[in-house]
């Protein structure tokens, strides 16, 4: 079985300051994607950014980028230039190819953003 | 505008009755997915479907039914059997090409059952 865990509960950060999102994942498949979401307030998920295992590089999406640790099932996120609008729970999943592409979901980080 | 509708956004139930949600994308998308959410917590899949016809269990099926007569609409019910039904929940498409790789939610429905 896969799982993912999230052990920031909650973390906060000033406006314009780098924070990184901890996650750590376990599965016995080589081949799998891992993804970061964001539920605003409003509840509606939204991909922040995806890796592929195979590939070594980190993946970028303007501000947010990760940590791709595969030996240590590693997959942390770091947002660079917080702003008020990244104020949201996050959170970290593991997509399985083999059940029908299934999630399994971390618990979350609630990350608040402060002026 | 392609997407997924949820509807109701908000759903009450009184104890020992039947309720469905509804779930409907027009992404043809053949995947689709039922999570649930509970407080402070991240989402775990109640059901899911491939194909037209056929669906799977997720990992807390139980008190839970789905169907998939048509490929738009994956609708869930939540039986009298689910002992805590009170949740947020959540359905997802995808594709099945070998380019698709997120799961698309919809916006969500909260089911208080009292």
């Known amino acids: 079985a896969q799982t993912v865990t999230q052990s920031q509960p909650e973390m906060s950060v000033q406006e314009a300051e780098t924070v990184t999102l901890s996650c750590t994942y376990d599965t016995s498949e080589n081949n799998y994607y891992l993804f970061w979401y964001k539920q605003p307030p409003s509840r509606q998920m939204i991909l922040v950014i995806r890796q592929e295992a195979y590939k070594q590089q980190n993946a970028t999406e303007n501000r947010f980028s990760v940590n791709f640790q595969k030996a240590a099932k590693s997959f942390s996120l770091k947002i660079s230039d917080s702003q008020l609008g990244d104020t949201a729970m996050y959170f970290c999943?593991?997509?399985?190819?083999?059940?029908?592409?299934?999630?399994?979901f971390g618990g979350g980080t609630r990350l608040m953003v402060k002026p | 505008d392609g997407g997924i509708t949820q509807s109701p956004k908000y759903l009450f139930r009184k104890e020992g009755q039947n309720v469905t949600l509804s779930c409907e994308q027009n992404?043809?998308?053949?995947?689709m997915y039922w999570y649930r959410q509970d407080p402070g917590q991240g989402l775990r899949l109640i059901y899911y479907s491939q194909i037209v016809n056929d669906f799977q269990k997720g990992d807390i099926a139980e008190g839970y039914s789905v169907s998939r007569e048509k490929k738009e609409s994956f609708p869930l019910t939540v039986t009298s059997a689910q002992k805590n039904p009170t949740a947020f929940y959540l359905c997802a498409s995808m594709g099945q090409s070998s380019e698709d790789y997120e799961q698309y939610f919809g916006p969500g429905t909260r089911l208080t059952v009292t």
């Open positions: 992404l043809n998308h053949d995947a």
């Open positions: 999943a593991l997509r399985d190819f083999n059940a029908g592409n299934m999630l399994t």
